[in-house]
């Protein structure tokens, strides 16, 4: 096998089949921890009768869907209607090609492979740019559904996604400012080589910035309290009512993916990837870093998707406890909120960042 | 009823059951007072059941009656509680229903009953102007015994289908409904009707 | 070209949060509401037909079915109307009894109240923890008749049973749990911003409206009215029991809520109360075995859960009611229900709905 196509095609394309593999075992335990944190919350035991303690639960679930007749309403525009869920998952999907889940790297022949897809130098504008396509998918189903219901759905979603976008934008433009790269892998390192996360980074920590940042996050995925395009008390189910069987699975999954994409941007941007947590005391940071350090480069990436994960998991941890506290936002109350409170504060936020590396440089 | 062939010797006059005279005893009602002070000539007849006086009114006088009590600083009835049809066919014959009001005094404390005397497909006045929430109750009493009620502001059937065409309170309406009303919700296209898909 | 149309939507009957089969006709402009139009009369099953149908005694059962969340109430408010029309004395243990099971099923109505309307919001938690309380309460009765939902737990002229042995100190533990469990609720939302923006100045009406409407019950007290049957025109043990009437000053949803929860509390009081000053004694008066009341009528009311409950009954002397009219309070607030939400949005009319606590087996009767 010549070293170019190993480089250039193999690595890349197992690599994608494992992370697509894993957002999909992921999502689907995603699924049961939240009905299992929510029981817990709620004082209730959550689902228990598949498997032990319920572990094959959503496995069940997704079989359901997976082998569920597909129903395809008479009334609605056929293309778009089919079009839709592949428009939400593609996006969300795509999104983790540069996501860095972890540092290390360990050489399979001559060809050294690290713990992310692709480090493209525009790496947050990419971003950026493509999970803003996922709105499409929301406007599509519920537009072509020709029904009232998913219709009222896909504007409020429109609307919402798009005013929660520029707070969201606002955020990531002082933690640009504050890396001095849009790669996400740069900005990884950019903490590590300051020796502290940019959520406290000195003189200005970032608390505001991952307030924004997580706040339009839950706004953008369509979660409680802001889960409004599909407020299943007044809209029924919103924009995917009329969808039932796989092409509903796909407008869940792409939900749950979402999820776990503001999970992992939190934990690059703010928390500092797959650095590990020292609490600040120096002479910890080395072993910390890499658990096996016989295995070299490998032991450094599987630590580093030790650290990722948990970070990860506390900001889903965050998502799901607010889903269990908090009631819903109304849509104009959302709205007002977004452009009102949000956006200023993000204008804000950024000038003083950009104030505070000022005085940083003296 | 044939009187020859009655058997049964005609009963002596009941004596007047204690407990039936406390039940009919008369109250005092601030009320009533003001009522017959002010409007007497409406006032057809007053009896009193447990303690509340039931005055029967001429039924073109209702609403005038009605929104004396309702405005009068000294029976304040703010709240209609309850406003019904009574089909009388078998207590009275004729005139058919009878309207009921059951008026409250919030403040007061006091409760008066009005009633009205209607025949089939007579008209009685609506006291919607008087109290907004006697809408429902009319139109109730019209889905249920066929009282039109004149002046209402949108009388239609509020509890049976629209396209029903009986009144079931009335006393001739029988309690399993007609043969008819069996399955009146089927249609002869739902037996053939696929839904949803091509 | 470029005119815009009002929009019409169907709510219900099939909708999550519309709380039974209720259907309401929205006419939307943008997603404010233009106009509203409930229609009602899908779970209509006869009751007043059936009564005039059944004995005295055996219509009682119907009311169960009528507001299947406080069937006590409905059971007291038609056994009571019975006695009064046949002018029969309870004795006093069985008033109090009575005025412990109601007050129970008040607190029951109300948590389920709280449940749903919270839940309709987008409180999920709040509606698990409700139903916990609930479940106690529930437990209760079902050890006192049997039934957990449709008790038929009243007889004219009593009581059917005692309370079983235990039961009280049962029902006394109920009530010390319950204040903790309230301040649970009150952490949930109460200060809650999001709670806040959703329930203040949702569905105002003011105390005169809310009469016109005829309007009773929390929803009534919520607008600033301090109506209560129980202490306007007391019956059972009421007139000996000290109780406040918890009463709102805006009329908006937030605080026919606050009113709610404080009831709550009051009926609490009343409970530990009546277990505490209990008679002893008969538990039936005497009635007798065929129910035959003089001629005559009765328009009886007792305070419901949601308003007054009354029961109008004419009797023709026969073993059968000539006429059996049940007043709803469900019937009577949904009406309401067009004037509160115009003007609003779409999401407002489910915290409106939610806030006016209907049970549409009460509606349609």
């Not at chain 3, 056994?79 to 009575?98: C, D, I, N, S, T």
């Not at chain 3, 109460?190 to 016109?212: E, F, M, S, Y």
């Not at chain 3, 029991?241 to 009113?259: N, Q, S």
Request: aromatic share 10%; charged share 20%; hydrophobic share 45%.
């Amino acid at each position: 096998m010549s070293e170019t196509l190993l480089r250039f095609v193999v690595v890349p394309v197992a690599q994608i089949a494992v992370v697509i593999a894993a957002l999909l075992l992921i999502v689907v335990y995603l699924v049961l921890l939240e009905r299992k944190i929510n029981a817990f919350m709620q004082v209730r035991l959550g689902p228990r009768r598949v498997g032990w303690h319920g572990l094959l639960q959503t496995v069940a679930d997704v079989i359901k869907l997976f082998t569920k007749e597909d129903i395809t309403p008479r009334h609605v525009d056929r293309l778009v209607f089919l079009l839709a869920p592949v428009v939400i998952i593609l996006p969300a999907l795509a999104a983790f090609a540069v996501i860095p889940f972890s540092g290390g790297s360990f050489r399979v022949g001559s060809v050294g492979v690290r713990a992310w897809i692709s480090d493209v130098n525009v790496g947050l504008l990419y971003l950026l740019a493509i999970t803003s396509l996922g709105v499409f998918g929301v406007v599509m189903a519920g537009w072509s559904s020709n029904s009232k219901y998913p219709m009222l759905g896909g504007l409020r979603s429109a609307a919402q996604m798009v005013s929660y976008e520029v707070p969201l934008g606002l955020s990531v433009v002082s933690i640009l400012m504050l890396a001095g790269t849009a790669s996400l892998v740069g900005i990884v390192q950019a903490q590590e080589s300051a020796g502290r996360w940019f959520l406290f980074w000195t003189p200005y920590p970032q608390i505001l910035g991952l307030f924004l940042y997580f706040v339009s996050g839950v706004a953008e995925t369509n979660r409680l309290p802001f889960d409004l395009p599909e407020a299943e008390n007044e809209l029924v189910a919103g924009f995917h009512t009329e969808y039932s069987g796989m092409k509903f699975a796909f407008f869940f999954l792409a939900e749950y993916i979402n999820m776990v994409l503001v999970g992992c941007l939190v934990a690059v941007l703010f928390f500092g990837g797959w650095l590990p947590v020292t609490f600040g005391i120096p002479g910890l940071r080395e072993p910390l870093s890499n658990f096996f350090p016989f295995w070299g480069g490998a032991g450094a990436m599987l630590t580093g998707f030790f650290w990722f994960g948990l970070k990860v998991f506390l900001v889903l941890f965050l998502y799901l406890w607010m889903r269990a506290t908090y009631p819903r936002y109304r849509y104009d109350q959302l709205m007002r909120l977004g452009w009102k409170v949000f956006i200023p504060l993000g204008l804000g936020h950024v000038m003083v960042t950009a104030l505070a590396i000022l005085v940083r440089r003296g | 009823m044939d009187d020859v062939d009655n058997k049964t010797p005609i009963p002596p006059p009941k004596k007047a059951d204690p407990v039936e005279e406390a039940l009919r005893a008369p109250a005092p009602s601030r009320a009533l007072d003001r009522l017959g002070e002010a409007l007497g000539d409406a006032i057809e007849d007053v009896a009193y059941h447990c303690g509340v006086p039931i005055v029967r009114v001429g039924r073109d006088r209702i609403v005038e009656v009605a929104r004396f009590l309702k405005e009068d600083s000294g029976s304040r009835m703010l709240l209609l509680a309850d406003l019904c049809g009574v089909d009388m066919i078998g207590l009275r014959g004729a005139p058919r229903f009878d309207v009921v009001y059951h008026l409250t005094g919030p403040d007061t404390r006091e409760r008066i009953t009005l009633k009205v005397a209607v025949e089939e497909g007579g008209e009685v006045p609506s006291v919607t102007p008087v109290w907004r929430g006697a809408n429902w109750h009319e139109r109730e009493a019209f889905d249920m015994f066929g009282i039109r009620f004149a002046g209402h502001p949108d009388l239609r059937r509020i509890l049976m289908p629209e396209e029903f065409d009986a009144h079931p309170l009335r006393k001739d309406f029988p309690l399993e409904g007609r043969e008819k009303d069996h399955g009146f919700w089927r249609r002869p296209e739902d037996e053939t009707r696929n839904t949803y898909r091509d | 070209m470029f005119g815009t149309t009002e929009m019409q939507i169907n709510m219900g009957p099939q909708h999550p949060s519309t709380h039974g089969v209720l259907r309401l006709e929205l006419k939307l402009d943008g997603e404010r509401i233009v106009d509203t139009r409930p229609v009602i009369g899908y779970l209509h099953r006869g009751c007043e037909k059936l009564g005039e149908d059944r004995t005295y005694a055996q219509a009682i059962v119907y009311t169960d079915r009528m507001d299947y969340c406080a069937a006590f109430a409905e059971n007291l408010v038609y056994a009571e109307a019975v006695e009064r029309l046949l002018g029969v004395e309870v004795p006093p243990r069985a008033q109090y009894m009575r005025v412990v099971l109601a007050e129970l099923q008040r607190i029951a109505s109300h948590l389920i109240w709280l449940g749903t309307h919270a839940m309709d919001i987008g409180a999920l938690t709040v509606f698990v923890y409700g139903m916990r309380e609930r479940e106690f309460i529930l437990d209760l009765f079902e050890s006192y008749c049997g039934a957990r939902l449709t008790y038929n737990a009243v007889r004219v002229g009593g009581m059917p049973e005692e309370f079983p042995e235990g039961w009280v100190e049962e029902a006394r533990r109920f009530c010390d749990v319950l204040p903790s469990r309230l301040d649970e609720y009150h952490q949930l939302l109460t200060a809650n911003r999001i709670w806040l923006a959703r329930t203040r100045g949702v569905g105002t009406i003011d105390g005169k409206t809310a009469l016109d409407w005829g309007m009773t019950g929390p929803c009534l007290r919520g607008s600033g009215v301090a109506y209560d049957v129980r202490k306007a025109i007391p019956y059972e043990a009421y007139a000996d029991l000290d109780f406040d009437v918890p009463i709102g000053e805006a009329g908006d949803t937030y605080d026919r809520y606050l009113c709610r929860m404080e009831e709550i509390r009051q009926s609490r009081r009343i409970v530990l109360q009546a277990l505490d000053k209990l008679p002893g004694g008969e538990i039936r008066g005497k009635v007798p075995r065929r129910i035959k009341p003089p001629k005559g009528e009765v328009y009886h009311v007792n305070e419901g859960p949601r308003g007054e409950l009354g029961v109008y009954l004419v009797s023709d002397g026969s073993e059968h009611a000539y006429r059996c009219r049940f007043r709803s309070p469900n019937f009577v607030n949904l009406q309401a229900l067009p004037d509160m939400v115009r003007g609003h949005l779409v999401a407002d009319v489910v915290a409106v709905i939610g806030t006016l606590d209907i049970v549409l087996g009460c509606v349609d009767r």
